[in-house]
């Protein structure tokens, strides 16, 4: 079935419509893990999401759910209509604004750092830790699946990271946080800027959330920092985010792994090979610039 003929049977349910009256307008761009769609259903705009292939290996619906109703009194996600836990199908209200990387992420540095501040500073507490050496393990368990044995540089720089979790992992920090809160997750509306897709979210350390910020550009996420912390950063402070940056690094080096294992390079037209490797040099180069 096309997504636009899932979008079509789950819209007549959900909003007691005929299909007619559903239009599919454009597809959102900037992800590559769902396929986002903006929808008009009588006059208003909304967002249909379909997860991609295999998506259910790395995100819990579930736990997702959870996630959305937890942080709803922060009012920074859009409202979400309809979100099915078994398909990861999920209606949400339409924010209108600009995602955040069409724009120059340094000219909203100050937004961002206030929009992290009240996720972090809530109070609010999750069913669900982050928990990032267990995630990394489930993560290379799914490339063993197809018989994948890691490469010695990757098993090195795993070795250098983890030879530095004692000193930067404290529990004591945890918090709750968005867990992927990279510029194109961010919308500039008329009056605020909006954080997005909360698949990611669970308790973690803040300065997770510094350096998602920085995933397409580390820059953004160096230039945040002061910002976030409302002064010069110490060695340590700037030791830690690249420790957290070089975890996601090879976090999503074995994802990218998966996704060309299970077909997504041919289907999507993406070397995920390639990007794997790519992941590895940043780890690299992340785990050699803490001092």
């Not at 809530?122 to 830790?129: K, M, N, Q, T």
């Not at 973690?204 to 580390?218: L, M, Q, V």
Request: glycine share 4%; with cysteine; hydrophobic share 35%.
């Amino acid at each position: 079935m096309s997504n636009e003929k899932i979008i079509s049977s789950i819209c007549t349910e959900v909003f007691n419509v005929k299909e007619e009256d559903v239009e599919v307008v454009k597809r959102l761009m900037g992800g590559m893990s769902n396929y986002t769609y903006v929808i008009k259903v009588n006059s208003k705009l909304y967002t249909f999401r379909i997860p991609g292939k295999k998506a259910e290996k790395f995100v819990d619906r579930v736990v997702e759910a959870h996630h959305i109703g937890l942080v709803e009194t922060l009012e920074l996600n859009n409202n979400t209509i309809y979100l099915d836990v078994k398909t990861g199908y999920k209606i949400a209200e339409y924010i209108e604004g600009t995602p955040l990387h069409e724009l120059d992420p340094l000219d909203y540095l100050d937004q961002a750092a206030e929009v992290l501040h009240k996720i972090h500073e809530s109070d609010l507490i999750s069913d669900y830790d982050y928990d990032i050496l267990g995630r990394l393990s489930k993560y290379e368990n799914y490339t063993f699946e197809y018989g994948y044995v890691h490469s010695e540089r990757y098993n090195k720089l795993k070795d250098k990271f983890l030879s530095y979790k004692d000193k930067y992992m404290d529990p004591s920090k945890l918090v709750l946080t968005h867990g992927d809160s990279q510029v194109s997750n961010f919308v500039v509306t008329d009056s605020e800027l909006r954080l997005m897709d909360w698949e990611f979210t669970g308790n973690n350390d803040p300065y997770y959330d510094i350096a998602c910020f920085g995933n397409s550009n580390f820059d953004h996420a160096l230039a945040l920092l002061p910002v976030y912390l409302k002064k010069t950063p110490t060695v340590e402070e700037y030791n830690r985010l690249y420790f957290f940056r070089a975890f996601q690094t090879l976090q999503w080096h074995n994802v990218a792994l998966y996704k060309d294992f299970i077909g997504l390079s041919k289907d999507l037209g993406v070397d995920f090979m390639f990007v794997a490797n790519l992941y590895l040099d940043k780890a690299e180069r992340f785990l050699g610039s803490i001092k």
